[in-house]
């Protein structure tokens, strides 16, 4: 096991990891930018150390900074929690030539699966749909404008690199495609280092299904069931839960199970996510598959019981998993609400700003991962995640009650949040009927959402 | 096995290149424990309880001076705030569990407090100068790395603004440490072969217009 791990990244999840730390007995460096040095993990971590600006692309997108920061701290490992740096197989290989281990898949895993259109053709192999897409990346408008054609408007455009819906637009015509390509590319080269586009056939009303796994380095894995993330706005989730509502306990099986064979017979490592597309018939295909921790990972760990950080670290320390798919047991429901700066209000613009009063729900079934506390200063430059609610409960009917009594509880005065939109969403008869795909937020617009919900 | 031993390796030029000055650092890591462990704490529960500014102690070859600042028991968790340089990266010295927490959150005090009289000039510091002093000027560190100063940058050398004072290894690539300021160099805040973090304070220099330092110089 490692003995020092430095964490690469900021917020929630640097706190995240630092607990599991904690949890492991390992100390934990937290590497950190000018603008976060007022931050939680940094004032609990058992060391700090900066690495750069505010700026993300000269700190925690800086992968000599990050590395040289675990040198000189005498790390063994690098957690790069979600984001910056945490799916670059070229960061990876150069942690593993400094003697260091990147807390993930190992840098040839990575490789294997860096290109999401590579991981479409290389599961597509191991028997797992997909949706009709161009042929390889995209060489040129031209060749864009071609493919569209081939596989018909309307159509997505999607960065071969990274994800949380930047450098992505739907394009219903040929006429828009010059364009869209356009901004795709300049948000993929800004936000990724990397401007591969690829397309895929737009399908519309679908659901977000994605699938838990985690796989030990000796080709041993399970599965920790799914989680709908349909509730998006923007291809940005904002609420996530398990299970889903699209399918029933047989179907959810089937789905999990393949996507378990799929990845370790192509050889993958460590915890990881299959991200799914569920039509209206209940068919699924195959979208991208995420190494590394998720945001919504907490879902599973209410369901499970099972903790993936650690597992995470562990299994990246070399260690077989303990414990076999008979003893995962996936009880109840979890929601988990992000709780993000911005104004629903206002088009979700970010805000930034001081926390004068946070006050975080409690009682059964409740949990808050958030890295504020009254006085911060949320600093404008990076994502505007405040933290996650997450609720569980024996059954749907009882979470989102659940639900509603802890968000009404949850205070964050200084800055406009985004519970609002949360609460509006626990009125919507689309959600509550299991019903929600991950067009209808924008749609409705958030708008007239929100005055739904405010109807009497 | 062969992971293990290029792990061993690097641990070793980490090391190598953290002790410039070799074994005799090393033999101070059991004096530093246990100023971190005992001492220091104690040390801090007295500086907390007295009307004293100051308080400093000797142990082997280390010193630690703990100064009291004002303004810095805002937050919700003064005890372990670690503002201006949460932790100096002194690897060995750290890393026992919580304890050396409460140790990072009180060595930054003291050196939030000995830099507030000095302009902070060099990469973006927005907001950490409290009481600038016109004739004073500090060069910082530009990345995370091993600190080495140039010998002759002696403490009276007279310097142009943008001259070398040292440079930053990161990795094996240099980064240069620059003089922002036509002066004279001060006192050299951190020693050659220290490990050292984005923006830490490396050397402090007196500008051309102010009298040669005198006395500490």
């Known amino acids: 096991m490692f003995e020092k791990i430095l964490i690469a990244n900021r917020g929630e999840i640097a706190l995240r990891v630092l607990r599991a730390c904690r949890l492991l007995g390992i100390s934990a460096v937290v590497a950190y930018s000018e603008a976060d040095r007022e931050s939680l993990p940094v004032q609990l971590a058992d060391e700090a150390i900066c690495i750069g600006p505010a700026d993300a692309k000269r700190s925690y997108l800086l992968a000599p900074a990050v590395i040289s920061a675990a040198l000189v701290t005498g790390c063994d490992a690098i957690h790069p929690g979600y984001g910056f740096l945490s799916e670059d197989e070229g960061f990876a290989e150069v942690v593993r030539a400094h003697g260091l281990t990147f807390i993930g898949p190992s840098p040839q895993v990575l490789e294997r699966f860096a290109s999401k259109e590579g991981s479409r053709r290389l599961l597509a192999g191991y028997g797992l749909p997909t949706i009709p897409g161009s042929n390889g990346l995209l060489r040129d408008d031209a060749h864009a404008l071609d493919e569209a054609a081939r596989i018909g408007f309307p159509v997505l455009i999607k960065p071969s690199a990274g994800g949380g819906g930047k450098g992505m637009r739907m394009v219903r015509t040929a006429r828009e495609l010059e364009t869209a390509l356009k901004i795709c590319r300049s948000e993929a080269r800004s936000a990724f280092g990397d401007d591969s586009l690829y397309l895929e056939k737009w399908l519309e009303n679908n659901r977000h299904v994605e699938v838990q796994v985690a796989v030990d380095r000796y080709g041993h894995g399970v599965h920790l069931g799914e989680r709908d993330c349909s509730v998006q706005r923007r291809h940005q989730k904002i609420l996530e839960e398990a299970p889903t509502p699209a399918l029933d306990a047989a179907a959810r099986t089937d789905l999990c199970e393949r996507a378990l064979r799929a990845v370790v017979a192509a050889g993958y490592e460590n915890v990881g996510t299959l991200e799914f597309l569920v039509d209206g018939a209940g068919d699924f295909y195959f979208i991208e598959i995420n190494c590394r921790i998720q945001v919504e990972h907490p879902v599973t760990e209410m369901l499970t019981g099972i903790d993936l950080v650690t597992t995470q670290i562990r299994i990246a320390a070399g260690e077989p998993l303990t414990f076999t798919q008979a003893d995962v047991a996936m009880r109840g429901h979890a929601i988990e609400f992000r709780i993000n700066a911005e104004d629903p209000t206002a088009d979700f613009r970010p805000q930034a700003g001081t926390v004068e009063r946070f006050v975080v729900p409690g009682g059964p079934g409740i949990r808050m991962d958030s890295h504020l506390y009254a006085g911060y200063d949320v600093p404008p430059f990076y994502d505007s995640l405040l933290g996650k609610l997450i609720v569980w409960a024996h059954d749907r009917p009882t979470a989102i009650a659940r639900a509603r009594v802890a968000l009404d509880e949850l205070l964050i005065e200084g800055l406009t949040t985004n519970i609002a939109i949360h609460q509006a969403i626990l009125s919507n008869d689309a959600f509550l009927e299991g019903r929600m795909t991950t067009n209808v937020l924008d749609r409705i617009g958030s708008a007239a959402f929100l005055a739904a919900a405010s109807r009497p | ?217």
């Open chain 2, 1 to 217: 096995m062969a992971d293990e031993r290029r792990r061993t390796e690097r641990r070793a030029a980490a090391a190598r290149a953290r002790d410039a000055d070799g074994s005799a650092r090393l033999a101070d890591h059991a004096a530093i424990d246990r100023l971190a462990e005992d001492l220091l704490p104690a040390l801090v529960a007295k500086l907390g309880a007295s009307d004293l500014g100051e308080i400093e102690i000797r142990e082997g070859a280390w010193k630690v001076r703990l100064r009291r600042t004002d303004g810095a028991t805002d937050g919700p968790l003064h005890g372990r705030r670690s503002t201006d340089r949460p932790s100096r990266p002194q690897p060995g010295h750290a890393g026992h569990g919580h304890a050396p927490a409460a140790v990072e959150s009180h060595r930054p005090a003291a050196l939030r407090d000995g830099s507030s009289t000095l302009a902070a000039i060099g990469p973006g510091r927005p907001g950490s100068e409290p009481r600038r002093d016109p004739n004073r000027a500090v060069a910082t560190s530009p990345a995370v790395g091993i600190f080495q100063p140039r010998p002759e940058m002696r403490p009276g050398t007279r310097v142009r603004a943008g001259d070398r004072l040292g440079f930053v290894d990161v990795l094996g690539v240099r980064q240069e440490v620059v003089s922002p300021v036509d002066g004279r160099v001060g006192a050299t805040v951190v020693e050659s072969g220290e490990a050292v973090e984005y923006g830490q304070e490396l050397v402090r220099l007196e500008l051309a217009s102010a009298p040669a330092p005198a006395g500490d110089a």
